[in-house]
């Protein structure tokens, strides 16, 4: 809660996002009452035919799963099947937080705040002639809104730690709790159709899901020549 506190500026700090069940999420800034620059925006949600908001999370408030607080929080995304599921970036400080662990994806899901990623945790991505996961492949910033596909799958992206040279950003797809990776930079294209055999993706440019759950995503092309 904000005791004291009122919502300011929501035409141009806020957006919002409401699903076919009427869900409504969005992120707005906050004064009055203990209100500074450092617990001034959050993320609210309230279910279809509903008039209750719950604060979904606030800079300021304490990150769940670490020792830290939340010092920014991302605009958010919310599913149009699972109701009460939303997602958003964000970045933690305090406790034993650092420059290498600060970036952080969370899910609200059934009204508990849970995190879902942080940069450091190890990623199922695997290196060039691997045959098992690379323990040391991990979590970068996460460089996306994540998006929610119909049928309720997460699809995010993410730079990535310690794997060869270029190969630093990935597309991930999470389903049922488990983070699979679908495109990788440096990696061939897939599926290249009329494209080069020589052509590897250099970077994801735009990504979006439509209503069928087909992800489309925009890449750019370097040739292995």
Avoid: C
């Avoid at 009452?33 to 279910?47: A, H, K, L, Q």
């Avoid at 979904?56 to 009460?84: H, L, M, N, W, Y």
């Amino acid at each position: 809660g904000a005791p004291g506190a009122t919502f300011t500026d929501l035409i141009n700090s806020s957006t919002f996002q409401i699903n076919d069940d009427g869900d409504m999420v969005f992120r707005a800034k906050l004064q009055g009452g203990s209100v500074s620059s450092v617990n001034d925006f959050g993320i609210w949600y309230r279910p279809g035919g509903s008039s209750i908001l719950s604060l979904v999370a606030r800079e300021g408030d304490a990150a769940p799963g670490t020792d830290g607080v939340f010092s920014f929080v991302d605009i958010p995304t919310q599913s149009d099947v699972a109701s009460g599921e939303v997602y958003f970036k964000t970045i933690i400080t305090g406790g034993t937080t650092t420059i290498f662990n600060n970036n952080a994806l969370y899910g609200y899901i059934g009204g508990t705040l849970t995190l879902i990623h942080r940069e450091g945790d190890v990623t199922p991505v695997l290196p060039i002639g691997a045959s098992g996961p690379l323990s040391t492949s991990t979590y970068g910033d996460f460089t996306a809104d994540p998006m929610v596909s119909a049928d309720g799958k997460l699809i995010f992206s993410a730079n990535i730690y310690n794997v060869p040279s270029r190969r630093n950003e990935v597309l991930f797809i999470r389903d049922s709790g488990t983070t699979t990776a679908l495109l990788q930079e440096d990696t061939p294209l897939p599926n290249a159709g009329g494209a080069p055999t020589s052509a590897l993706i250099s970077k994801f440019t735009a990504y979006s899901v439509n209503n069928s759950s087909e992800i489309i995503v925009r890449v750019g092309l370097r040739f292995n020549i």
